[in-house]
């Protein structure tokens, strides 16, 4: 398993108590769909760790989390600032019309101004309370795009396609030397 073919369910922030248990941040929409988790990968340095989990307390986004054969301080505190993986295919299903970021990767963007194409989405990410699209620019230049729900006309992922009302000017802003 590579992180390539995971999704990132949150990290640890810190040891919780004496018997190994430690306190995990979930970034996930909604941290209740993960009250049954059995296993999760941890990643330790470029490798996924498969942990297994022996009980799991949910508090809003924080869980606290005990993994089996993990009973020392010593072993939740290596364990502090780890990121936690879930394979893709245990994403829960999104009604019609929601996506996750990551399916936005390798889309085209169109600006739904004028149809013209801007580039292709190479990356989502968060910055600050922002989120951004990275787009490789036809003349190979990023681009940052806000990813916001007024600007989104449409998400076409049948010809993988995203259509969005790019504010005037932005793009030459990045363009410019």
Not at 6 to 28: A, F, S, W
Not at 34 to 41: C, D, R, T
Not at 143 to 161: A, C, G, M, Q, S
Request: aromatic share 10%; with cysteine; proline share 5%.
């Amino acid at each position: 398993m590579t992180v390539e073919d995971c999704y990132q369910l949150g990290y640890i922030t810190k040891p919780h108590g004496l018997k190994g248990e430690v306190q995990v941040l979930l970034d996930v929409d909604y941290p209740e769909e993960y009250k049954n988790l059995e296993s999760v990968f941890v990643q330790q340095g470029q490798q996924l760790v498969p942990f297994f989990i022996s009980a799991i307390s949910l508090n809003g986004d924080r869980a606290i989390i005990s993994f089996e054969d993990t009973d020392t301080l010593d072993l939740a505190k290596a364990l502090k600032g780890c990121s936690l993986y879930l394979p893709l295919s245990t994403l829960p299903e999104r009604e019609e019309g929601d996506f996750y970021f990551h399916e936005l990767v390798g889309f085209d963007l169109i600006d739904a101004n004028d149809d013209s194409l801007v580039g292709e989405v190479e990356n989502v990410f968060e910055a600050g309370p922002q989120t951004l699209l990275s787009i490789k620019h036809k003349t190979e230049k990023e681009v940052l795009i806000p990813l916001t729900d007024e600007l989104i006309k449409e998400i076409d992922k049948e010809n993988n396609r995203l259509y969005m009302f790019i504010p005037e000017g932005l793009v030459d802003v990045f363009l410019e030397d």
